[in-house]
């Protein structure tokens, strides 16, 4: 069986390393952090993602999985290493190679001692170009090898969720290997094939800038399906009587379109998705070329927070004074994550507009806290975070707000006005009781006679 090592610890390189230390694989991880590898060594996740603490503690048991400090031992003692590093963005919404490029020389620098030939795959989402420019080049400057012959090159992007990370290690629609040449490609397909078995998706082979661009194309093609279903969602808020998640259920049922990321919302936030599109845009600009339907998507994003403050004001008047309560602060259900979270977008702007914040969420209370400290105020409960606030905000669709009643709202709050922002209630319950408003939702229709 190979032995993988994985370079950086993040979501993909944590998780990924998890799924092929239990499916036998002897697995190295590396990171610079000796905070995290001491966590990660007694089995607990430096983040909050279902099952992988499990999973974790039982790859550690039975010592499939290691954790180690710089990149050497991981090198040296697999034969495949993964880069799994952060590519954070510019200021200007380009992608920051740093700790690409100081990984692919020191993977480089290792190769030079290793007799046996090795495989490097880039995972780390980066600009067209980057593995064959950067990478190759750093490799081969540094082992003063040559790349398709002494080690094997290739990129393979991801396409885990967070939240779902491990079902999406495990149950890939597809896998794309951009090969450096066909050995290499070679390699890592034999790599999947003994990882997924009888169970292996399509496997899509292609050349490395075009392997490197499908990442971007996935997620920009998402983020667009979202910010098309909020559209028409805005469109419906205008209509008596129309209803965005009767559409998307409709539409959704032509195969072309699928009935899949169709939930119409406050916008799409987290690590990935800003971070790609604006880097998709950066570096089309940067060949000449303006994507308008991604600027316009990105435009688009950001009306949402806007369109939001709008409907609270449209209730309250004034948002001077008034308690606002935030329910749902991560930047979807079932991660910690608060990264590009919508709740921070609209928490700032309220804030700005001298309304009082009141936050819950069942997951990411420590990391709201270290953004927003003194200038909010923290709830323990959803009814805690209600009480006495003049507008409710349903940012995120977490199973514990869909349990909550109208009389949650009504017997807490102050005024009891609810802004629905993911559709989790039913509206002929919710209307009857409360000021229920809703994205996608047009005001009720009269009653026909
Ligand atoms: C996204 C992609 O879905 C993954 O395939 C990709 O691997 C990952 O980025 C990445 O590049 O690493 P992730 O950011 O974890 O995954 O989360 P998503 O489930 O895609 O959600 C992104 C945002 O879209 C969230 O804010 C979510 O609330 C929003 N969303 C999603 C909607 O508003 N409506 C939907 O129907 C689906």
């Given at each position: 069986?190979?032995?993988?090592?994985?370079?950086?610890?993040?979501?993909?390189?944590?998780?990924?390393?998890?799924?092929?230390?239990?499916?036998?694989?002897?697995?190295?991880?590396?990171?610079?952090?000796?905070?995290?590898?001491?966590?990660?060594?007694?089995?607990?996740?430096?983040?909050?993602?279902?099952?992988?603490?499990?999973?974790?503690?039982?790859?550690?048991?039975?010592?499939?999985?290691?954790?180690?400090?710089?990149?050497?031992?991981?090198?040296?003692?697999?034969?495949?290493?993964?880069i799994t590093v952060g590519t954070p963005s510019n200021p200007d919404g380009s992608v920051n190679l740093r700790f690409v490029e100081e990984t692919s020389k020191e993977i480089g620098k290792t190769l030079k001692k290793k007799e046996?030939?090795?495989?490097?795959?880039?995972?780390?989402?980066?600009?067209?170009?980057?593995?064959?420019?950067?990478?190759?080049?750093?490799?081969?400057?540094?082992?003063?090898?040559?790349?398709?012959?002494?080690?094997?090159?290739?990129?393979?992007?991801?396409?885990?969720?967070?939240?779902?990370?491990?079902?999406?290690?495990?149950?890939?629609?597809?896998?794309?290997?951009?090969?450096?040449?066909?050995?290499?490609?070679?390699?890592?397909?034999?790599?999947?094939?003994?990882?997924?078995?009888?169970?292996?998706?399509?496997?899509?082979?292609?050349?490395?800038?075009?392997?490197?661009?499908?990442?971007?194309?996935?997620?920009?093609?998402?983020?667009?399906?979202?910010?098309?279903?909020?559209?028409?969602?805005?469109?419906?808020?205008?209509?008596?009587?129309?209803?965005?998640?009767?559409?998307?259920?409709?539409?959704?049922?032509?195969?072309?379109?699928?009935?899949?990321?169709?939930?119409?919302?406050?916008?799409?936030?987290?690590?990935?998705?800003?971070?790609?599109?604006?880097?998709?845009?950066?570096?089309?600009?940067?060949?000449?070329?303006?994507?308008?339907?991604?600027?316009?998507?990105?435009?688009?994003?950001?009306?949402?927070?806007?369109?939001?403050?709008?409907?609270?004001?449209?209730?309250?008047?004034?948002?001077?004074?008034?308690?606002?309560?935030?329910?749902?602060?991560?930047?979807?259900?079932?991660?910690?994550?608060?990264?590009?979270?919508?709740?921070?977008?609209?928490?700032?702007?309220?804030?700005?507009?001298?309304?009082?914040?009141?936050?819950?969420?069942?997951?990411?209370?420590?990391?709201?806290?270290?953004?927003?400290?003194?200038?909010?105020?923290?709830?323990?409960?959803?009814?805690?975070?209600?009480?006495?606030?003049?507008?409710?905000?349903?940012?995120?669709?977490?199973?514990?707000?869909?349990?909550?009643?109208?009389?949650?709202?009504?017997?807490?709050?102050?005024?009891?006005?609810?802004?629905?922002?993911?559709?989790?209630?039913?509206?002929?319950?919710?209307?009857?009781?409360?000021?229920?408003?809703?994205?996608?939702?047009?005001?009720?229709?009269?009653?026909?006679?």
């Amino acid at each position: 069986m190979h032995k993988v090592s994985f370079v950086g610890m993040g979501y993909v390189g944590l998780c990924t390393a998890a799924c092929f230390a239990n499916k036998g694989f002897k697995t190295i991880i590396s990171t610079n952090d000796p905070k995290k590898i001491e966590m990660i060594n007694k089995g607990i996740p430096p983040f909050y993602e279902p099952q992988l603490e499990e999973l974790l503690k039982k790859v550690i048991k039975n010592k499939n999985l290691k954790a180690v400090v710089g990149r050497k031992e991981a090198i040296l003692k697999t034969d495949t290493s993964f880069i799994t590093v952060g590519t954070p963005s510019n200021p200007d919404g380009s992608v920051n190679l740093r700790f690409v490029e100081e990984t692919s020389k020191e993977i480089g620098k290792t190769l030079k001692k290793k007799e046996d030939g090795h495989l490097v795959v880039v995972k780390s989402t980066v600009p067209p170009g980057t593995t064959e420019k950067l990478v190759k080049t750093n490799l081969e400057k540094q082992s003063g090898k040559t790349c398709g012959k002494h080690f094997l090159l290739c990129f393979n992007p991801e396409f885990l969720r967070e939240g779902n990370a491990i079902y999406d290690t495990l149950n890939p629609d597809y896998i794309v290997i951009g090969g450096y040449n066909k050995k290499s490609a070679e390699a890592l397909e034999t790599l999947y094939k003994e990882f997924h078995k009888e169970n292996s998706p399509p496997i899509i082979k292609t050349n490395i800038p075009t392997a490197e661009l499908i990442k971007y194309a996935n997620n920009a093609f998402l983020a667009t399906k979202i910010t098309f279903v909020n559209t028409i969602a805005n469109i419906c808020e205008k209509i008596p009587g129309a209803d965005v998640t009767k559409i998307a259920e409709a539409i959704g049922k032509d195969h072309r379109i699928n009935p899949h990321f169709l939930n119409a919302g406050l916008g799409w936030g987290g690590s990935c998705f800003p971070k790609d599109l604006k880097a998709l845009i950066a570096f089309s600009k940067k060949l000449g070329y303006n994507p308008t339907l991604i600027q316009a998507t990105c435009k688009a994003n950001q009306d949402q927070i806007k369109f939001t403050i709008q409907k609270i004001q449209k209730e309250l008047k004034t948002l001077k004074g008034k308690t606002i309560a935030i329910l749902g602060l991560s930047f979807k259900p079932d991660t910690d994550d608060i990264r590009e979270a919508r709740s921070t977008k609209i928490i700032n702007q309220l804030l700005r507009e001298g309304a009082k914040i009141t936050a819950y969420d069942p997951m990411a209370m420590p990391n709201i806290k270290k953004v927003f400290k003194e200038k909010i105020k923290y709830a323990s409960s959803p009814t805690k975070c209600l009480k006495n606030a003049d507008c409710a905000i349903l940012v995120t669709e977490w199973e514990e707000f869909k349990k909550l009643k109208p009389e949650d709202f009504t017997q807490n709050m102050r005024e009891s006005i609810l802004i629905d922002g993911r559709r989790v209630y039913d509206p002929q319950e919710f209307s009857k009781k409360l000021r229920y408003i809703a994205i996608g939702l047009g005001e009720p229709l009269k009653p026909q006679l």
